[in-house]
């Protein structure tokens, strides 16, 4: 007989403590649409539960909490003209993203490690954010051509000055005393003692309160990086355009602006166009609902119409030869109104409902 294959999210409540954990660690626990089901019918179980208080999401292994999601399955479905199908996984991630910020009982996510992408996802919008000196937490998604999504830019448009545009369109990695400044996490708790942190949660010793238990593992980290950068970043970055920001960062004196302009020179011009925009038009809606909203509009119509997201999954997951040939090539060459374009897009099935509204 060969051994059952391990399940992909291991689910299990003891003590009060309803457990989530990703299990699989050799794909640094990349979403697939199975795991998001899977997440799902947990968390619809323990909503009316009163065996279970709190809920705590952590990763397997010790690379990270999850690296995003299911990109090589993305590249397939919009390469084989099948964007209706990634439709399906980014309704059913974005539910997802707002049944965490919206669960009624406490849910506490430990971004220990790699967090980026879709973990951001499921880490970024819970009541309770851990970090620790392994994370390392980033919206990576303009290096494959694409533009953040699963509410980060609700997550960015809320960052201190204009670090919503710098790491949106950058894909920069947060540490965790940057996360914590840029309101990506609420609590540094050292990795040593998260076996301890899920004892406490889990045994409930007084004080009975999950922030209370937290705030006994809370450290001070380091002073943020991203900080000591405001001068220059909230200047370049509040340029009005991509093409203008590189010309404000090209304008700099420290070697870091113009480490950031070349960078920028090397990514879609369609992602950076359209990620600016989003950002930025996050900032005046209601609240993460609107931003999902926005973003699955942006994201299908990435899908269905730009050549940019395949490429780039191409160049970067794929073929791994790091040389994507972005269409348009280069910033001076977008089209005017491109970003307007893609967020007037409507898919053909809403993100909340059925294709008919109901």
């Given at each position: 007989?060969?051994?059952?294959?391990?399940?992909?999210?291991?689910?299990?409540?003891?003590?009060?403590?309803?457990?989530?954990?990703?299990?699989?660690?050799?794909?640094?626990?990349?979403?697939?649409?199975?795991?998001?089901?899977?997440?799902?019918?947990?968390?619809?179980?323990?909503?009316?539960?009163?065996?279970?208080?709190v809920v705590l999401l952590d990763g397997?292994?010790?690379?990270?909490?999850?690296?995003?999601?299911?990109?090589?399955?993305?590249?397939?479905?919009?390469?084989?003209?099948?964007?209706?199908?990634?439709?399906?996984?980014?309704?059913?991630?974005?539910?997802?993203?707002?049944?965490?910020?919206?669960?009624?009982?406490?849910?506490?996510?430990?971004?220990?490690?790699?967090?980026?992408?879709?973990?951001?996802?499921?880490?970024?919008h819970a009541a309770i954010r851990i970090?620790?000196?392994?994370?390392?937490?980033?919206?990576?998604?303009?290096?494959?051509?694409?533009?953040?999504?699963?509410?980060?830019?609700?997550?960015?448009?809320?960052?201190?000055?204009?670090?919503?545009?710098?790491?949106?369109?950058?894909?920069?990695?947060?540490?965790?005393?940057?996360?914590?400044?840029?309101?990506?996490?609420?609590?540094?708790?050292?990795?040593?003692?998260?076996?301890?942190?899920?004892?406490?949660?889990?045994?409930?010793?007084?004080?009975?309160?999950?922030?209370?238990?937290?705030?006994?593992?809370?450290?001070?980290?380091?002073?943020?990086?991203?900080?000591?950068?405001?001068?220059?970043?909230?200047?370049?970055?509040?340029?009005?355009?991509?093409a203008d920001i590189v010309e404000r960062?090209?304008?700099?004196?420290?070697?870091?602006?113009?480490?950031?302009?070349?960078?920028?020179?090397?990514?879609?011009?369609?992602?950076?166009?359209?990620?600016?925009?989003?950002?930025?038009?996050?900032?005046?809606?209601?609240?993460?609902?609107?931003?999902?909203?926005?973003?699955?509009?942006?994201?299908?119509?990435?899908?269905?119409?730009?050549?940019?997201?395949?490429?780039?999954?191409?160049?970067?997951?794929?073929?791994?030869?790091?040389?994507?040939?972005?269409?348009?090539?280069?910033?001076?060459?977008?089209?005017?109104?491109?970003?307007?374009?893609?967020?007037?897009?409507?898919?053909?099935?809403?993100?909340?409902?059925?294709?008919?509204?109901?």
């Amino acid at each position: 007989m060969t051994d059952a294959p391990e399940p992909t999210v291991l689910v299990r409540a003891r003590g009060g403590l309803g457990r989530l954990t990703l299990n699989r660690p050799r794909a640094l626990n990349a979403l697939d649409l199975d795991m998001i089901h899977q997440l799902h019918a947990a968390l619809d179980a323990w909503e009316h539960d009163t065996e279970v208080d709190v809920v705590l999401l952590d990763g397997a292994g010790e690379r990270g909490l999850c690296a995003g999601g299911d990109v090589r399955g993305l590249a397939e479905q919009v390469t084989s003209a099948r964007p209706e199908d990634a439709g399906i996984f980014f309704r059913d991630e974005y539910a997802l993203n707002v049944r965490i910020a919206e669960y009624p009982k406490p849910f506490v996510a430990l971004a220990d490690g790699i967090t980026m992408g879709g973990g951001i996802g499921v880490a970024g919008h819970a009541a309770i954010r851990i970090v620790t000196e392994r994370s390392q937490l980033a919206m990576p998604e303009t290096r494959i051509g694409f533009t953040p999504d699963v509410g980060g830019t609700w997550l960015l448009a809320h960052a201190p000055g204009r670090l919503g545009e710098y790491l949106g369109l950058t894909g920069a990695v947060m540490d965790a005393s940057d996360a914590l400044y840029a309101g990506f996490a609420d609590h540094f708790v050292p990795s040593a003692h998260l076996d301890g942190l899920r004892d406490a949660l889990e045994t409930r010793a007084d004080p009975s309160s999950p922030t209370e238990l937290v705030l006994l593992f809370d450290e001070t980290p380091p002073p943020s990086k991203l900080e000591r950068a405001r001068a220059w970043i909230d200047d370049a970055f509040a340029g009005d355009t991509v093409a203008d920001i590189v010309e404000r960062l090209r304008a700099r004196p420290e070697p870091e602006a113009s480490a950031t302009a070349d960078l920028l020179g090397e990514l879609s011009p369609t992602g950076l166009a359209v990620t600016l925009a989003s950002v930025r038009r996050s900032r005046d809606l209601p609240g993460l609902r609107d931003a999902l909203e926005q973003e699955y509009g942006l994201v299908m119509w990435f899908a269905s119409t730009q050549p940019d997201l395949p490429e780039g999954i191409r160049a970067q997951v794929i073929d791994k030869d790091r040389s994507p040939k972005w269409q348009p090539a280069t910033i001076a060459d977008l089209p005017s109104g491109l970003a307007s374009s893609a967020l007037t897009h409507r898919p053909g099935v809403p993100l909340w409902g059925s294709p008919s509204g109901d």
